[in-house]
């Protein structure tokens, strides 16, 4: 078991035939109530402490932990049990505490501009190592309330759909969040979305639009070529009309490719026919993309347009930039120390 959040309340009752019934009820609310591992709950005789130490290990281990925006946002990279690593980051408003989380170790996706999709794909992550991550933020915001789910980590939640699923089920049913306080965002993988409308809980659907002609949407968000805008158009309309949920667009605003004045009249166009909201993002720096983020006066600019326009339109606080811990900068990789190179030998 990847993670002690992988295991079903029967696979745990069977973990504890023998023990008195009331001993499954105190782990489950230890693990999910109280969000502690088994050597932590000492309503428990020791002996069986340890071993359900092994038989439920946590899958999350902490490699580093940075604090950004003087300490309202905090970024942790961690290692997973076959050495993978992801990033988590909490960040706290004046009301809520929102935690950002990984589905997957990398990403396929391969957005251009795109940290996480700059490195490549490693794996999906399971179900619990999702869980772990929001049992894990929510322990380090106490005594501030985690309210809210975004899942925009790393990874393609949609192309992780089972795994994702469950999460969201097991922190609506478990960790008792409302399905209005948590995001999927995807790039667009159209039958996921379609999968989605058909679920019970109503969760909200974020879609990372960043184009809205297909031409230079197949090339920001390479996905765009299979499913493109009036297919995406389409799924999107499905998902309101069975949810009923406000849908928004995130446009990372990039300086001279998707900031003119024709990009705020597509998006405009799009956004009002799904009444969808728009959140502007300008694009955060990444190694491997040369152009920058809009400047600040032009942020502006193309966000009054937007709203001349009929759109409705939020540019987004920067969370993270100091950390890395920024929307697209995720990437889990932490500076090693380089073994000393050795001097090149002077030719013979
Ligand atoms: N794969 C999903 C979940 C990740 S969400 C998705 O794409 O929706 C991360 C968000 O940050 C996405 O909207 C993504 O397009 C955006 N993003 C990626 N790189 C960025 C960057 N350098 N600056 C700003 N936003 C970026």
């Known amino acids: 078991m990847p993670s002690r959040y992988d295991t079903s ?37 020791a002996p069986l402490r340890a071993r359900l130490a092994d038989d439920l ?5 902490p490699v580093a932990e940075s604090e950004g925006d003087g300490g309202d946002t905090v970024k942790w990279l961690w290692a997973l049990a076959d050495g993978r690593e992801i990033e988590t980051v909490l960040m ?9 989380v990984s589905t997957q170790a990398g990403c396929a996706m391969a957005c251009g501009f795109c940290a996480t999709g700059q490195a490549g794909f490693e794996r999906h992550l399971t179900a619990g190592e999702i869980v772990e991550q929001v049992v894990r ?28 699923w469950r999460a969201v089920t097991v922190l609506h049913d478990e960790l008792g969040l409302s399905a209005r306080h948590l995001t999927l965002s995807t790039v667009g993988i159209v039958p996921g979305i379609r999968r989605l409308a058909g679920e019970a809980l109503p969760v909200n659907l974020a879609v990372s639009l960043h184009a809205a002609n297909d031409e230079l949407r197949d090339e920001l ?12 158009h389409e ?50 720096p990444t190694d491997g993309y040369g152009t920058r983020g809009t400047p600040p006066d032009r942020v502006a600019t193309f966000a009054r347009r937007l709203g001349d326009l009929g759109a409705n339109a939020t540019v987004r606080r920067n969370r993270g930039t100091d950390i890395a811990a920024a929307c697209g900068q995720l990437r889990a990789v932490h500076v090693r120390r380089r ?10």
């Open 221 to 232: 968000v390479p996905v765009n070529r299979r499913y493109p805008l009036a297919t995406l």
């Open 339 to 348: 073994a000393p190179r050795t001097p090149p030998t002077a030719p013979a």
């Open 92 to 100: 706290h408003y004046r009301d809520r505490s929102t935690v950002c």
């Open 9 to 45: 309340r029967d696979q745990l009752d069977a973990l504890l035939a023998g023990e008195p019934r009331f001993r499954a009820t105190q782990v489950w609310e230890g693990l999910y109530a109280q969000g502690v591992g088994p050597e932590a709950m000492t309503n428990l005789p």
């Open 137 to 164: 933020a929510r322990a380090a915001a106490a005594p501030r309330r985690l309210s809210n789910v975004v899942f925009m980590g790393m990874g393609e939640p949609l192309a992780n759909y089972d795994a994702t």
């Open 235 to 284: 799924a999107c309309r499905e998902y309101l009309a069975a949810k009923n949920r406000r849908l928004s667009f995130e446009w990372a605003l990039i300086d001279g490719v998707n900031d003119r004045r024709r990009d705020a009249e597509e998006l405009a166009a799009f956004a009002r026919s799904l009444r969808a909201h728009v959140n502007l993002i300008p694009l955060n």
């Open 57 to 61: 290990p946590a899958a999350l281990s």
